[in-house]
């Protein structure tokens, strides 16, 4: 079959691309995924359009008084939703009353399942993990807008488009690109610009999920030329130097839309701040993540740039708003000495049900362990359990550690002996839950393992300076 390939606008790109009639068994497994997907992407469909209209309505009216054009911009996202719902509607109720389908292959690992008779398909892909993704195209949903938002520096502009490069946007000749399936980003994107195309592409059915894919073409000259692997190494970089605290303050800018496009959300209980990189993730924790948090911030703050954030309700936003007022914790860094090793504390376990505390420690050049610390600990009073950790490089090499750890049952035996033990326990269960203040669960847990390891102090400690600790605290 061959066929000529369609913008979002409805264009005819000229180009031609013969599909390749496939199997029988990849025909069938194909045909009935795309049919369930559509099946389901019918019973989703309405909601999903309701959820995208209310999201645009409400941030239409907070925009009106601030920056009017943006207001008129999200105005014209709305009509293209519309559209985009009705022909998505009326494809996916053809496409599910079909009683013939074709199967054309249309890439390595990617198939077109089109109703018999019918100009219209769903793409069907297999990613690498097995799993599939699926896709509806549309066609002309499109128009241009222009656009004004905040007044931002030339440079300021060029940072966040720098930022938008590195992760979700790409550059041909005068034109920067995006496709997202995040409404949100649509906006946040087209306050870089004056004048662009704006289209919605296709309606990406998940597993559990149905997004309208945005398309973006903006015209803008840049001295731009990194792709593919050049790209994620030169993106692994720029985040390791900010890691290490070597960013110029416009810099933070370009990594705050790396982040937004980029990043990951790990929770709000964790000091951290993730980056995923192709298939690696780079996690700042700690008083680092902090720090970068609030610089990212303090980035946008001055230019307008982070109210119109807050407007768009941006989830990633709010999530270093989060992080930037915390506190960085220096005590959650806890240890006890056994034999001269050092075996750092950490809890473990779900917080929906209970935690339980854990020392443990690995072998490594920065930390040596006698052969025999198993025997030594427990002279000691720790009942140490001896494993083995296997970590595989990305070289796929395989390097083992030797590592020990004890749980709160060995823990409690071994302050029995040395009673300032409960001391540390309690100083490190205190600083976790100033930090779970947030989650009820996990405070509800974390009361209970405190509870118990009080009670047990109670009744075994004889440190004056311990009980009196204890005594303070509860």
């Keep these: 079959m061959v066929e000529e390939y369609m913008k979002g606008d409805g264009a005819v790109t000229g180009r031609m691309r013969v599909e390749l009639e496939v199997d029988e068994k990849t025909r069938e497994t194909v045909e009935r995924e795309a049919r369930r997907r559509a099946q389901e992407a019918m019973e989703k469909i309405d909601r999903r359009y309701l959820e995208v209209y209310e999201y645009l309505a409400r941030v239409a ?11 008129i911009l999200t105005i014209y996202m709305l009509i293209l ?17 079909a009683q013939e389908y074709v199967v054309y292959k249309s890439g390595k690992t990617s198939w077109r399942v089109y109703p018999k008779g019918k100009d219209f398909y769903v793409q069907v892909a297999r990613v690498p993990n097995g799993y599939f993704t699926a896709k509806l195209p549309l066609y002309g949903v499109s128009l241009k807008a222009f656009v004004k938002g905040p007044r931002l520096t030339r440079r300021e502009r060029r940072s966040a488009i720098k930022g938008w490069l590195l992760s979700d946007a790409s550059y041909k000749p005068e034109t920067l690109q995006a496709t997202t399936d995040q409404e949100w980003q649509v906006v946040a994107i087209a306050t870089f610009f004056e004048l662009l195309r704006l289209a919605i592409v296709a309606l990406t059915i998940g597993e559990k999920t149905l997004r309208f894919t945005w398309h973006l073409d903006a015209p803008i000259k840049l001295n731009w030329n990194l792709k593919g692997k050049a790209k994620r190494a030169y993106v692994r970089k720029f985040v390791l130097r900010a890691k290490r605290g070597r ?3 416009r810099e933070y800018i ?15 209980e ?13 996690c700042i924790t700690g008083e680092k993540a902090v720090e970068i948090a609030r610089r990212m ?31 960085p914790n220096h005590v959650t860094r ?24 854990e020392a443990r420690v690995y072998e490594g050049k920065r930390q040596r362990v006698p052969r025999n610390f198993s025997e030594l600990a427990e002279k000691e009073g720790l009942k140490v359990k001896e494993f083995i950790v296997k970590i595989k490089c990305r070289n796929g090499k395989v390097y083992e550690y030797r590592a020990w750890r004890a749980y709160t049952e ?17 100083s490190f269960l205190y600083a976790k839950r100033e930090k779970f203040k947030g989650d009820p669960q996990a405070c509800r847990a974390l009361e209970r393992l405190i509870e118990r390891i009080v009670e047990d102090a109670r009744r075994h400690a004889t440190n004056l300076a311990c009980l009196e600790e204890l005594g303070q605290e509860s």
């Design 61 to 71: 009216r907070k925009l009106r008084k601030r920056w009017p054009w943006l207001s």
């Design 81 to 97: 939703l519309d559209k985009a719902y009705e022909q998505a509607k009326r494809f996916l109720d053809e496409y599910t009353r």
């Design 247 to 249: 960013l110029n303050p």
């Design 254 to 268: 370009t990594l705050l839309f790396l982040y937004f496009g980029d990043g990951g959300l790990p929770g709000f």
């Design 270 to 282: 964790r000091t951290c701040l993730q980056f995923i990189v192709g298939h690696r993730n780079i």
């Design 297 to 327: 911030l303090e980035s946008v703050r001055r230019s307008g740039l982070g109210e119109l954030l807050e407007l768009l309700e941006v989830p990633k936003y709010e999530y270093l708003k989060v992080l930037a007022d915390r506190k």
């Design 334 to 357: 806890m240890h006890i000495e056994v034999s001269g090793v050092k075996m750092y504390l950490d809890l473990v376990g779900d917080p929906r049900y209970s935690f339980t505390l």
């Design 410 to 426: 060995e823990l409690l035996e071994f302050a029995h002996v040395h009673p300032q033990a409960y001391c540390v326990y309690l």
